[in-house]
């Protein structure tokens, strides 16, 4: 990572924030926008001898995250990398789902990813840069429940593949990742019976660890994928192949 800067969205916890401490680990500095306070991970990261920074900002308001980006620019003058993972469910069968539950996923995953993309592009088009989307296989399979999520992660896809072509040739590389079923909050709220199902139609029979898609967006954003953009990686442990 060379001292390049990414901002995470939602790198407090889970995912987000194994990318964060992997990034540092390769040598990269990191500036956290997140609801959840992220001191904690500025700490470690500061710890592993990188610079980081904790901004507390909903992603889904477009102002907010203008004036975050900015900040990340003033204090440590440069933006290289974005990484949108910050990510919702609010889970419930089309017909009995409310429309602030349908909006409200797709304000936070899919408007989120616009903004905060929209924000850093400005910072990249001199020097270059790359992002990572966060999807979910759940965006390409579809799931019972889950058609305000599904419908928000493969929004996430389309938006992926546009900004890789209408910013390939200023030097800005646009991929997502699609994971499975990985071990965080957000899987820990799902009851024992649906955890046991699902790890039975895994290939590779365990959910993943937050670390391993980790690796896989280090991938992307380093210079390891400098020919590829506009690509989808499925983290699944064969869940979606
Ligand atoms: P997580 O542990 O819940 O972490 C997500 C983080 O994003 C949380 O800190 C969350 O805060 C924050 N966030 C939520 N709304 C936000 C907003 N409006 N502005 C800023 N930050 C916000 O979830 P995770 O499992 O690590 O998921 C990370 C990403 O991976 C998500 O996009 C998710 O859809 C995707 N994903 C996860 C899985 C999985 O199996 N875990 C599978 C496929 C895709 P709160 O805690 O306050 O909400």
Request: charged residues 25%.
């Amino acid at each position: 990572m060379n001292g390049k800067v990414t901002i995470i969205t939602g790198g407090a916890k889970g995912i987000g924030r194994a990318i964060a401490v992997f990034l540092a680990e390769k040598g990269g500095d990191i500036a956290i926008f997140d609801m959840v306070d992220g001191s904690e991970t500025v700490a470690t990261i500061k710890k592993m001898g990188r610079n980081a920074m904790y901004v507390c900002v909903d992603v889904s308001d477009f102002k907010l995250v203008e004036d975050a980006v900015e900040s990340v620019y003033k204090e440590m003058g440069r933006i290289d990398n974005l990484v949108n993972n910050a990510g919702i469910t609010l889970d419930r069968l089309l017909l009995r789902m409310k429309e602030e539950e349908w909006d409200k996923v797709i304000a936070v995953n899919l408007k989120g990813v616009y903004n905060c993309t929209k924000a850093v592009l400005k910072y990249m088009l001199k020097n270059g840069g790359s992002i990572v989307n966060v999807s979910s296989i759940t965006g390409i399979m579809g799931n019972i429940g889950q058609s305000n999520y599904a419908a928000s992660k493969a929004g996430i896809i389309g938006f992926t593949k546009s900004i890789a072509k209408e910013y390939a040739e200023r030097g800005i590389k646009v991929n997502a990742v699609a994971p499975g079923f990985i071990k965080t909050d957000m899987t820990e709220a799902l009851n024992d019976k649906i955890k046991e199902e699902m790890i039975k139609m895994i290939p590779l029979k365990r959910p993943g660890e937050p670390e391993e898609v980790a690796k896989v967006v280090y991938f992307l954003l380093s210079d390891y994928s400098s020919y590829i953009t506009g690509e989808v990686i499925n983290v699944s442990g064969g869940l979606y192949m």
